[in-house]
């Protein structure tokens, strides 16, 4: 297993992504590359009301007719969408609330949610209130 690294690169493309997810008022409350599990992978993971609301797979085709009318090459990338109820994502917020200086940062290895998380970082983790839309 070949444990992934997320570079400046990676980080500016999560940030277009959501630009592009911003304009469209896709509501992203909580944003993160998060590499967790065995494989090792990053993910863009992407927690909506949509998920809650709609479903899985309802929310991830909004998602899927959202990004196509971009010319951002997005198509392979790991984009994961994911309950804003997940424990994970409440972790993410729980961090976020109490050590603020997180947003915009690498973290390290560490229990989160649950789930052992080898590296993340935190582009949003807005609380539950601003979670309406």
């Known amino acids: 297993m070949v444990k992934e690294t997320l570079v400046g690169i990676g980080v500016e493309w999560g940030s277009q992504i959501l630009g592009l997810l911003d304009a469209a008022k896709f509501p992203i409350?909580?944003?993160?590359?998060?590499?967790?599990?065995?494989d090792g992978r990053l993910r863009l993971l992407l927690a909506?009301?949509?998920?809650?609301?709609?479903?899985?797979?309802?929310?991830y085709l909004k998602l899927v007719n959202?990004?196509?009318?971009?010319?951002?090459?997005?198509?392979?990338?790991?984009?994961?969408?994911?309950?804003?109820?997940?424990?994970?994502v409440r972790e993410l917020r729980k961090a976020a609330k109490r050590f603020p200086e997180v947003v915009g940062r690498h973290l390290g290895s560490r229990m989160l949610?649950?789930?052992?998380?080898?590296?993340?970082?935190?582009?949003?983790?807005?609380?539950?209130?601003?979670?309406r839309g």
């Open 29 to 38: 409350p909580v944003a993160a590359w998060v590499s967790a599990g065995d």
């Open 48 to 59: 909506t009301l949509l998920y809650d609301r709609l479903g899985p797979a309802k929310a």
């Open 66 to 88: 959202t990004l196509s009318s971009s010319d951002l090459d997005w198509s392979d990338s790991p984009l994961q969408l994911q309950s804003t109820r997940s424990p994970l």
């Open 113 to 131: 949610g649950g789930a052992w998380v080898e590296e993340a970082y935190i582009y949003r983790a807005e609380q539950a209130s601003r979670d």
